[in-house]
């Protein structure tokens, strides 16, 4: 039996996509923004020569990084309301396990990224009489950031992509979209196509955009 292509069935359902698009685009953002800030305040756990900091943060950024995230997504969503927590909808459920598993990423990133600095610059702030906080907010944080970031690029368009699971839970995302178009339709080859274009082209802006930030911002010698 012959396959009939019907293209116009997509575009008539396209803001199924595109809203799906921005609301991936902003779950991915919002993951990034607080992986970034629960990411390095793991980081600097890890590096403490305190190790009831250290060893929780070590086993956290372990556990996340060989956990699968839609098992995390699970997890939280279906497993935290049986403990009584249940003010997490769809949405909020998936922007905290994508949060978790950035983060525990992320902190590796930055422990490597304090590592890179030269110790140099943290002597020069200690020298003008920078206290500890001055000089993680003047110095380390700064160039920290300029080092690292070609992985914070990466995480975006890795956090983007993962968005994809939220489907999972009926969070109405791109690949939600496809699929409630899909189901529909049954133009499975349309459907697809377009999202995967969708998702290439979204990907590759983010990656073009990050390169003009890496340039713009280079890494101080």
């Known amino acids: ?24 685009l902003g779950m991915a953002a919002v993951a990034l923004v607080l992986g970034i800030v629960f990411g390095f305040l793991i ?18 950024v372990e556990i996340v990084r060989n956990a699968p995230l839609l098992l995390l997504v699970f997890f939280i969503y279906f497993g935290l309301p049986k403990v009584g927590i249940s ?8 922007v905290f396990a994508l949060t978790l598993y950035s983060a525990g990423y992320l902190a590796e990133v930055f422990r490597g990224g304090l590592a890179s600095i030269p110790q140099r610059y943290i002597e020069a702030g ?43 839970i009926a969070v109405p995302e791109l690949t939600y979209g496809a699929r409630w178009i899909n189901t529909r339709t049954f133009q499975v080859v349309e459907v697809w196509t377009i999202t995967a274009a969708l998702y290439l082209s979204v990907c590759w ?17």
């Open 43 to 60: 980081a600097l756990a890890m590096i403490s020569k305190k190790s009831w900091l250290s060893f929780p943060a070590r086993w956290y």
């Open 126 to 168: 200690t020298a003008i009489g920078l206290t500890q906080i001055q000089r993680v907010r003047y110095v380390i944080l700064p160039i920290m950031i300029r080092i690292v970031l070609p992985s914070l690029g990466s995480t975006l368009i890795s956090l983007f992509k993962d968005t994809s699971l939220a489907a999972g």
């Open 1 to 24: 039996m012959g396959y009939n292509f019907n293209w116009d069935v997509v575009w008539r359902n396209f803001d199924k996509l595109s809203n799906g698009l921005m609301l991936g």
């Open 205 to 221: 802006l983010l990656a073009m955009g990050m390169r003009l930030i890496e340039r713009r911002y280079a890494v101080i010698k």
């Open 87 to 94: 003010a997490l909808d769809s949405v909020q459920s998936f």
